[in-house]
């Protein structure tokens, strides 16, 4: 009964939950800088350290691109229960 009514709502807190997730370059690389012979690099330490510590920056535009493609492809899929998520409620019918 009420399952019709929070699923814009349960769309838009895992659209925001996932995005979230991939923010977490600061904690990893503040931390570990890579950890031990590199065992904890993310993609995004990864692309830090191949464009700015290793002045490649193709390489680094190239792991960028790869690393907002799941972010956008995201965005794409959820789109309408972001915005429908966003906007439940905010209108008297």
Avoid: C, W
């Avoid at 993609?43 to 350290?49: D, F, H, Q």
């Avoid at 691109?65 to 409620?89: D, E, K, N, W, Y």
């Amino acid at each position: 009964m009420i399952l019709p009514f929070i699923k814009p709502v349960i769309g838009a807190t895992l659209i925001t939950s996932v995005l979230s997730s991939f923010q977490q370059f600061t904690i990893i690389y503040n931390m570990t800088d890579g950890g031990p012979i590199d065992a904890t690099t993310t993609l995004s330490i990864a692309t830090y350290k191949q464009a700015f510590t290793g002045y490649d920056l193709g390489a680094g535009s190239a792991l960028a691109v790869i690393a907002a493609l799941p972010i956008v492809l995201v965005f794409i899929a959820f789109q309408r229960f972001l915005v429908s998520g966003m906007t439940a409620g905010a209108v008297k019918e």
